[in-house]
T-cell receptor
Framework: ETGVTQTPRHLVMGMTNKKSLKCEQH?????MYWYKQSAKKPLELMFV???????ENNSVPSRFSPECPNSSHLFLHLHTLQPEDSALYLC?????????????FGPGTRLTVT | AQSVTQLDSQVPVFEEAPVELRCNYS??????LFWYVQYPNQGLQLLLK??????LVKGINGFEAEFNKSQTSFHLRKPSVHISDTAEYFC?????????????FGQGTRLTINP
């Protein structure tokens, strides 16, 4: 595997379900991100992790719970979601050091909440 | 707070014609600017970035963009498009602190190439 991978690619869940999204980066990066891409809205940054520590929570509801066990893996735990949470969830990674600013994105998980 | 406006939600052009996708930003501080492309069912891929120096930036797939500080713009151009350029294009801005981790994206421009 190369780059940033995300599983599953598609997920349908009911409002009372609990599920998790997984992201893995194979680039040796030290920062990872979750973004939400909704129809007709700009891409929104949700969470930022640097060296496994959460450094940014962009006012995300508590029904979204991120976890970063190591620099290569990032999870997004979902519970009691609402239909408006249906979106494409993108993971990204980057190497945070002087002069390096590019974020590499995974293909996303298409989430539908019924 | 920063914001990005992509002035066209959809741009249809004929194959081999030139194209310009417009992006304006607002920020009270110095910024980094990026263009990303998203092909169907894929994540975002970086096309090019402006960090400092020359205001004309060249990227992958023949794209280029020009940073204009006085007009707070960062328009994307290609002199001759191909069918394979059909995709959604996103402009993004970040302040200069923290390694450009907090990207603010525009709403995207869908580029459609007609044969």
């Amino acid at each position: 595997e190369t780059g940033v991978t995300q599983t599953p690619r598609h997920l349908v869940m009911g409002m009372t379900n609990k599920k998790s999204l997984k992201c893995e980066q194979h680039l040796g990066h030290n920062a990872m991100y979750w973004y939400k891409q909704s129809a007709k809205k700009p891409l929104e940054l949700m969470f930022v992790y640097n060296f496994k520590e959460q450094t940014e929570n962009n006012s995300v509801p508590s029904r979204f719970s991120p976890e970063c066990p190591n620099s290569s893996h990032l999870f997004l735990h979902l519970h009691t979601l609402q239909p408006e949470d249906s979106a494409l969830y993108l993971c990204a990674s980057s190497q945070v050091r002087q002069g390096i600013y590019e974020q590499y994105f995974g293909p996303g998980t298409r989430l539908t909440v019924t | 707070a920063q914001s990005v406006t992509q002035l066209d939600s959809q741009v249809p052009v004929f194959e081999e014609a030139p194209v310009e996708l417009r992006c304006n930003y607002s920020s009270s501080v110095s910024v980094y600017l990026f263009w990303y492309v998203q092909y169907p069912n894929q994540g975002l891929q970086l096309l090019l970035k402006y960090l400092s120096g020359s205001t004309l930036v060249k990227g992958i797939n023949g794209f280029e963009a020009e940073f204009n500080k006085s007009q707070t713009s960062f328009h994307l151009r290609k002199p001759s498009v191909h069918i394979s350029d059909t995709a959604e294009y996103f402009c993004a801005v970040s302040d200069r602190e923290g390694g450009a981790q907090k990207l603010v994206f525009g709403q995207g421009t869908r580029l459609t190439i007609n044969p």
